[in-house]
């Protein structure tokens, strides 16, 4: 509560019992019980020089019109635009001049009137000039069709009256005399349609409200009270019902969420920006003064006999033979005591709801007064609102996060503390100090969640902001210049900033939700290197701790962390951590790849291999020839197992890879065959390089001639040989030096090319057989087999010339009868074209 008003006593022991009063500029009407009217004129307060109003108010009786009316003056209003006095006397409106107060005309047909309601607005006529409209409504007993007594009413707009009888409120529309009942608490509910409903839903679930907030006791002691409306501004008006008031439009709608809940029943009601006034019934009379949107109870001032309130700005209060002024007090006095009592919520709300124009320099920006607000909050553990009005203000998360203990904001950067200032009057000065390194609130630990939740939500908004921040600023940079790739986006106070939200949010995912850390340091972010180290280790969260190096490009430091840990149980135990990492680095880290690769492979080389073997994208990229002389360092095996890879799934045609290949494989087989019991080892690699030897075309068969063993390697020295062309010794080495006839057969068979009849490997092959070097006798019977089988591709007159002269006839009766065969049969090939041939050219 503050003191939104003085109360000044301005008319004492008035011999008249008063009836009515109306203010209006200067100028204060009072109405009596004989007929009197008594006009005063009003000084208002001065201000002093430090801006506040002087204690005085001066009131001075200007005329006593005695004769006025010859009974009661019940109701008074003014007409200004026309300089009219409007009253109600002896049940009928009257109109006087408002200088001369001389009767201007009785409104004879308001016979019977019991009151009346004067509204005047600015409208457009014709839509173009504005004009004052005054409408006046005038009520009479009985009300047509509504046999009960009109209590009160107010214009709603321009054309609608709120009307309030003993148990009911109704809006007629006064164009059409239509009749609408908003709520009538004798009547059920759905005998009134929607409307009275939704009104009567909300009366009770406030009186409701208000009978557990004070035990009960208020719903015994109250009871209905007369029907009260107060026309508030943006045709608003305000409805009382016992205890509550709510607030209606020109629809006869509620306009706000709440009403207003009063301590006791009020017999009069009114309003001066921004406060609802209410005269409470009781053994005790008193004014309540409430806020009409926060609805909280601003001033409470003891009147007793009080039965009598003016509207709007000049607000007066009367009982039977007194006056009291309530005089506002300047608005930024009021702000600056709310403040200074820490109700920063009354405070916003008072600046939100006045003109702007009635502040001054001396009275602190709304913003800063809600951010007076959110420490408030925060201080007092309304962590959830606090947050929400630092982040609706964009308060810098360095300054938010500042306000949590250590654990959370321990990383922040030094800086000089901040003061945060509260609206200063004239001899008056509070300050409020937020040092960030001074000991924050104090917290429980169910606290100290609930703020850590609240703070990951702003954090997370906080983040995205800043990101779409530096997007923008990159699209700009991008339109103004060519070099976009060369620009540096992001600014220090940007980076830093992400950095210190980044960090924080680590550390409030460790604090409530560890699973959520992960997520965090896999995405691209700004924590702070040396904090996160330091949390992660400290919680052993390896795994985590990889990923943010992954991120940071701090790749040695994530290598040598997984070396470190991979004898420890747990998710990053074993060599496949590292092998995965090692995969994804890419070519551009190839060094590192190969720096920590060494012990991988030397600890489990068939897991290891997959950093070089496996299917990951980029894997392919890595230099091939680098990796070649690295595994050779390493392991002939390892090497062999890189160069199969690359040759028979990769498809490399490098001819250097397959050479290597080649003396890899003659390499395993030295090896193997210099330890006994390596037998099987030693065929293993031969058998697979007899294979590659046949099968690729990629490497060079001179130079792995030179590297061949000359008291060994036969079968691969022909194959080599065959490569290059030499056939004569390839089939002398499966002859003479390997004894294998049908593997010299076979290699004719696959090296026989018809086309070349001076490259004929089966007269090569004859000649090995029947010309052996040396000493060596004549094979004719080898000879003999590939004549029967394959003569047919050989010249017989060469074959007579190498057949021994001792050679018998009938031996050689399968070679001619096949030979001959095949001439004839050539003869009448040739004979059946050229007949063919004749007969195309004859036609």
């Not at 630990?445 to 609930?450: I, N, Q, S």
């Not at 620009?487 to 924080?504: C, F, K, S």
């Not at 096949?818 to 195309?840: F, Q």
């Amino acid at each position: 509560m503050h003191d939104a008003f003085k109360v000044y006593t301005v008319i004492e022991k008035l011999p008249h019992k008063i009836e009515s009063i109306f203010a209006q500029g200067d100028k204060l009407y009072v109405g009596t019980s004989t007929g009197t009217l008594l006009v005063y004129s009003v000084r208002e307060p001065l201000p002093t020089q430090d801006g506040r109003q002087e204690e005085a108010i001066s009131v001075t009786l200007m005329e006593t019109l005695k004769t006025f009316s010859k009974k009661a003056i019940e109701q008074i209003d003014i007409i200004k635009a026309v300089g009219v006095l409007v009253t109600l006397t002896d049940n009928c409106v009257s109109l006087h001049d408002i200088d001369t107060f001389a009767l201007r005309t009785q409104l004879n047909n308001t016979r019977g009137a019991t009151l009346f309601s004067v509204f005047s607005k600015i409208e457009f006529q014709d839509g173009l000039v504005p004009q004052v409209v005054t409408r006046l409504a005038v009520a009479e007993f009985p009300i047509p069709d509504r046999l009960r007594t009109l209590r009160t009413m107010e214009w709603v707009g321009t054309q609608n009256l709120c009307t309030g009888f003993d148990n009911e409120y109704a809006l007629m529309d006064c164009k059409t005399s239509v009749w609408t009942t908003l709520f009538s608490p004798g009547s059920p509910s759905t005998a009134q349609g929607a409307l009275a409903s939704t009104l009567e839903s909300t009366f009770s679930t406030w009186n409701n409200i208000s009978s557990r907030a004070t035990g009960g006791l208020m719903g015994l002691v109250s009871k209905s009270g007369k029907p009260l409306i107060t026309r508030l501004p943006n045709d608003e008006i305000l409805l009382g019902k016992e205890h509550s008031s709510i607030s209606v439009g020109v629809d006869g709608m509620p306009k706000r969420k709440n009403g207003i809940e009063w301590n006791g029943t009020p017999e009069e009601l009114g309003y001066s920006n921004p406060y609802a006034v209410a005269i409470l019934a009781g053994l005790t009379r008193r004014i309540e003064i409430r806020n009409i949107e926060t609805r909280a109870v601003v001033q409470t001032v003891e009147m007793p006999h009080a039965h009598l309130l003016t509207q709007g700005k000049l607000l007066y209060i009367a009982s039977a033979d007194e006056v009291w002024r309530l005089i506002p007090n300047s608005f930024p006095q009021q702000i600056d005591e709310l403040v200074q009592k820490e109700e920063y919520q009354e405070a916003i709300s008072l600046i939100n709801q006045i003109d702007p124009v009635l502040l001054d320099e001396t009275v602190d920006t709304l913003g800063r007064i809600k951010l007076l607000y959110a420490h408030h909050l925060f201080r007092n553990h309304h962590y959830e609102e606090a947050l929400a009005l630092f982040l609706e203000l964009n308060v810098p998360a360095v300054d938010v996060i500042a306000l949590y203990p250590a654990v959370i904001s321990g990383h922040l950067p030094p800086k000089e503390s901040e003061v945060v200032s509260s609206p200063k009057s004239a001899d008056t000065a509070t300050t409020e100090s937020h040092d960030r390194h001074s000991p924050p609130i104090i917290m429980s630990t169910k606290e100290l969640e609930d703020a850590v939740g609240c703070l990951i939500r702003f954090l997370a908004d906080k983040r995205q902001k800043i990101q779409q921040s530096i997007k923008l600023q990159q699209q700009n940079d991008e339109s103004l210049s060519y070099n976009y790739q060369d620009q540096e986006h992001d600014t220090p106070e940007q980076t830093e900033a992400l950095e210190i939200v980044d960090t924080a949010l680590l550390k409030s995912y460790m604090l409530t939700n560890e699973r959520l850390v992960g997520s965090l340091l896999r995405v691209p972010n700004h924590c702070n290197l040396e904090e996160t180290e330091s949390l992660l280790l400290k919680h052993k969260k390896y795994r985590e701790l990889v990923d943010f190096y992954r991120g940071k490009k701090q790749h040695r430091k994530a290598l040598e962390l997984l070396k470190s840990v991979h004898t420890i149980s747990g998710d990053m135990h074993g060599v496949l951590p590292t092998v995965y990492y090692l995969q994804r680095l890419g070519v551009d880290h190839f060094n590192l790849i190969l720096e920590f690769g060494t012990w991988i492979l030397e600890s489990d080389p068939i897991v290891a291999m997959k950093i070089f073997i496996d299917d990951e994208p980029g894997i392919d990229k890595l230099p091939r020839y680098k990796i070649i002389s690295y595994l050779e360092r390493l392991s002939l095996d390892l090497c062999v197992m890189y160069l199969e890879h690359i040759i028979h799934e990769l498809r490399d045609e490098t001819s250097e890879y397959h050479n290597t290949l080649v003396v890899s494989y003659l390499a395993q087989m030295q090896r193997d065959s210099a330890i006994s019991g390596n037998e099987d080892a030693v065929q293993t690699s031969r058998t697979k390089l007899l294979e590659f030897l046949d099968e690729s075309t990629f490497y060079k068969a001179e130079r792995i001639l030179s590297r061949l063993p000359t008291d060994g390697c036969y079968e691969e020295r022909a194959i080599l040989l065959s490569r290059i062309g030499q056939h004569d010794q390839a089939l002398n080495i499966y002859v003479h030096k390997l004894k294998n006839f049908q593997a010299a057969e076979e290699y004719c068979i696959k090296n026989f090319d018809e086309n070349d009849p001076s490259k004929n490997v089966y007269l090569l092959l004859l000649k090995v057989y029947l010309k052996p070097p040396g000493k060596e006798k004549p094979m004719l019977e080898p000879a003999l087999d590939i004549l029967t089988r394959h003569g047919t591709f050989i010249d017989p007159a060469a074959i007579l010339n190498l057949l021994p002269a001792q050679t018998r006839v009938d031996q050689l009766y399968k070679f001619f009868e096949k030979s001959i065969r095949e001439s004839n049969k050539t003869k009448h090939v040739d004979m059946v074209v050229k007949n063919l041939l004749k007969a195309e050219r004859l036609q």
